[in-house]
């Protein structure tokens, strides 16, 4: 390159710099931008699942009624100064549980709101007050103990579960609800499962047999399209088999006490369905508890051994009747079963999450992994 030449190229050079000279870079400018715009919606986002008031611990009570979703909760809660923003609320249900439990619950301003999702998230948080909650779980024996914090009788209650002149009216006032099954010889509770969870106003005169009444009449209309959806019939070894809508509350009810996580429930009546089909033991710790009158806990080896109808790890086939009060998304669950070819299933000890298997091998060694101090039961 001759002199000449090197003369032009410094000045196409310094011409180059005039031109971008006052110009910013639009690069970095876009990226500050950009991480100033996250840190923005994280601070809000942040802000908004805060307490209202950390040094307000005065309880707030607050019903969950069995048709609340997330939107109505969110309302209930802001109305109630327990939170900032509904929005945040129920983007924040999506992310942490949007399983909600219905009841009577006490809430403080000076929870977060992760604190009050777990809070609405469990089962033993509910509470009854001037009405009476029935749980999703809750046994005929749970609810006679709950009854004893209200004027009913808990006594009476107990009696009235297995009158059978009420059980006839019932059965006359709710024909596809309440059939001949409910009379079994090996019955313990004669309405164990028909009573659906949600919260019932207890009236200034409201009696036992009333308050029965309004618990079966919405187990009536809840539950009875539900058991008409799949025609009354179960998928089992590829074939259709026709079920009766006890034999549908009963295993709906075992569903509702082993599973834990929404997601997971369908994959566990999948497992229920293809022991069903090999003639297999269900195998269920819950039925072991209700044989032996057990409201909490696992259950022993004594009482796995337990000779009872209701005992699933010693009779094959499902137990003569219900265990429990079920909520929609087990019925759901049971009608939407996944297909699998899995024979196992077990709880993680520390999250709660299902493993499946479809050996008892595996089973076993997925059992030692997450089951703390696990014994063998046999398959």
Do not use: C
């Amino acid at each position: 390159m001759n002199e000449e030449q090197v003369r032009k190229r410094r000045e196409e050079l310094r011409k180059k710099n005039r031109e971008n000279k006052g110009k910013a870079p639009i690069l970095p400018i876009f990226l500050t931008v950009i991480l100033v715009a996250a840190i923005s919606v994280l601070s809000f986002f942040y802000y908004m699942t805060t307490p209202v008031d950390k040094s307000n611990n005065n309880d707030i009570t607050i019903e969950i009624k069995e048709n609340y979703g997330s939107a109505k909760i969110a309302e209930e809660l802001k109305n109630k100064g327990l939170i900032r923003n509904q929005a945040v609320f129920k983007l924040y249900t999506r992310i942490k549980s949007d399983t909600f439990y219905v009841g009577s619950f006490s809430l403080k301003p000076s929870m977060s709101m992760a604190k009050i999702i777990d809070e609405l998230s469990s089962k033993d948080k509910a509470k009854s007050a001037n009405s009476f909650a029935v749980i999703e779980g809750d046994s005929i024996l749970k609810l006679a103990q709950k009854l004893e914090k209200t004027k009913l009788s808990s006594k009476e209650f107990l009696e009235k579960v297995n009158d059978a002149e009420f059980i006839k009216k019932l059965q006359k006032q709710f024909p596809e609800l309440i059939a001949d099954d409910i009379y079994g010889k090996d019955i313990k509770y004669a309405l164990e499962g028909y009573l659906y969870p949600a919260i019932y106003n207890i009236e200034e005169n409201e009696t036992v047999e009333s308050l029965i009444t309004k618990m079966v009449k919405t187990t009536n209309e809840r539950v009875v399209p539900l058991f008409k959806k799949n025609n009354g019939e179960w998928i089992i070894n590829n074939e259709k088999v026709k079920i009766s809508i006890h034999d549908y509350i009963t295993m709906a009810s075992i569903l509702e006490k082993e599973s834990t996580k929404t997601d997971e429930n369908k994959l566990i009546a999948s497992v229920f369905f293809n022991r069903l089909a090999k003639g297999m033991k269900l195998q269920t710790d819950p039925s072991a508890n209700y044989a032996a009158d057990k409201l909490t806990g696992a259950p022993t080896q004594r009482e796995l051994s337990l000779q009872s109808p209701y005992n699933t790890y010693t009779t094959v086939g499902l137990p003569p009747g219900p265990i429990a009060s079920v909520g929609v998304a087990s019925y759901e669950a049971l009608n939407n079963a996944g297909t699998t070819d899995y024979l196992y299933f077990l709880h993680a000890s520390k999250d709660g999450k299902a493993y499946f298997s479809k050996t008892y091998e595996e089973h076993e060694k997925l059992a030692k992994e997450h089951i703390e101090g696990y014994i063998p039961s046999g398959s």
